[in-house]
């Protein structure tokens, strides 16, 4: 399939000049960019040409963090004012209940949430695996390439419950050699190191408070052995602080370094309470960063100091994280709160609105290692473009800088969405998928375990 983009407004690239080009063209051969350039593109061999007129286009969004079967608990009445350790405490006895289905259909509908905001890749945080449900990360790989998403899965684990110190239930948690011959299994089954690959697996332990000090040492020696990323919250609460020291005695970052966690391979979610001395250590490791604004403020966990970190070689990029935390699975409000919080904390000029898109696109590919294959428009890089119309109710009267008005003007949602060169919303509207189904399976499943 040969498709020419023609006459856009603007195409911000995102590329290592931050090119912003008007009057523009993208050519794509099957799923790859292979030619673009201003006003008129030349004669162009194409099977589809659409117009890019009134239109501004970016790469596609990258979120760094979710946990996709949390969509099922949205606002759950009991804890809309609970902090991080209570809030799990309660839901841990819902999520316990949740089987293949809900899982098929939790992923699918918070992939669409997502993609519908510009996401095109997306990783998720699955590390609840209740017992009697062992195909939980093939429900979820499966419920993804339906969406046609590129999915960077991770197989995430738990293995101290509350008996061992930790806080979810025994029927949650998983023996060590369980998940480390799971883990082997779905990197084996799923894991694609090809260029362009849809679907990626990375290793996910939940948390210092949930795995014993041995697992984290392990699956560092099981991702470097099969070469994938590794991935876990850290720093997120004061809590969490207290716990690290009182059951390892050392703060959360002096741990991940303890346990060998400090490496190019990870990437870390949250990172709110670091001092001077952790960023230097995350940043002499060259470790990811998921910054979750959102959800860190539903929870009231804290700012997480962004602005003293995007100097450093800590690799950044945003995330929704879990819908019980955010109750939204809306990455452009991510975008934008990411830039607003920053200014709350450290004032108007802490960060601009092409640096806050820059972390939800090159930012993103950079913290999954994949930004020599997406994260900007530019030759030889995937198609996975996103557009929006600039003649919508929320832009009116904020034409002077057409990309800073995504992020100030509250964009609302794409127009185009485009993922390895396949179109997967158009004028706004799912080209493949039954939104209507989906939302009412969600909501079936979400009565009944909530009820």
């Not at 260029?195 to 470097?224: G, H, I, W, Y």
């Not at 709350?344 to 950079?366: F, H, N």
């Amino acid at each position: 399939m040969k498709t020419l983009i023609k006459n856009a407004d603007i195409i911000a690239t995102f590329d290592d000049h931050m090119r912003e080009i008007k009057g523009g063209w993208i050519y794509i051969e099957n799923n790859v960019i292979k030619d673009m350039g201003t006003d008129f593109p030349p004669e162009l061999e194409k099977d589809r040409e659409i117009s890019g007129k009134g239109m501004v286009f970016l790469p596609g969004f990258v979120n760094t963090h979710h946990h996709f079967y949390q969509s099922l608990f949205r606002a759950v009445p009991e804890v809309q004012s609970a902090k991080l350790f209570d809030w799990l405490v309660f839901l841990y006895e819902r999520w316990k209940n949740i089987d293949e289905e809900a899982v098929r259909i939790s992923t699918s509908v918070a992939i669409m949430e997502m993609m519908k905001s510009g996401v095109t890749t997306t990783t998720d945080h699955m590390y609840l695996f209740p017992r009697g449900h062992e195909g939980l990360m093939d429900a979820q790989i499966e419920a993804a390439k339906n969406t046609g998403v590129r999915f960077h899965a991770t197989r995430g684990s738990m293995c101290l419950s509350k008996k061992d110190g930790g806080l979810p239930p025994d029927s949650v948690v998983q023996e060590e050699e369980v998940i480390l011959k799971d883990c082997e299994r779905v990197i084996k089954k799923y894991h694609d190191p090809r260029p362009f690959a849809m679907t990626r697996v990375a290793l996910a332990p939940c948390s210092p408070f949930s795995v014993t000090e041995q697992l984290m040492k392990d699956t560092v020696e099981m991702a470097e052995k099969y070469d994938v990323l590794l991935h876990t919250h850290l720093a997120e609460t004061m809590d969490e602080d207290e716990f690290c020291l009182s059951m390892f005695n050392l703060r959360p970052v002096d741990y991940m370094e303890k346990v060998g966690w400090l490496n190019p391979r990870v990437w870390f979610a949250h990172m709110v309470y670091l001092s001077d001395d952790d960023i230097k250590r995350l940043s002499d490791a060259r470790a990811g960063m998921a910054h979750c604004p959102t959800s860190n403020m539903r929870l009231g966990s804290g700012i997480a100091p962004v602005t003293n970190m995007k100097g450093t070689a800590i690799r950044i990029g945003l995330g929704v994280d879990g819908s019980a935390s955010n109750d939204s699975g809306n990455f452009l409000l991510e975008v934008r709160n990411a830039l607003l919080l920053q200014r709350v904390k450290y004032g108007s000029d802490a960060i601009t609105p092409r640096e806050v898109l820059r972390m939800g696109t090159m930012g993103g590919a950079e913290v999954l290692r994949m930004d020599k294959e997406i994260g900007s428009i530019e030759k030889g890089k995937a198609a996975d473009i996103i557009g929006f119309k600039m003649d919508r109710l929320e832009f009116a009267g904020g034409l002077l800088d057409p990309v800073g008005s995504l992020v100030l003007c509250d964009a609302k949602a794409v127009d185009f969405s485009m993922i390895n060169g396949e179109i997967v919303i158009e004028e706004g509207r799912f080209t493949r998928l039954d939104e209507k189904y989906y939302i009412n399976e969600q909501n079936k499943i979400s009565k009944k375990l909530n009820s």
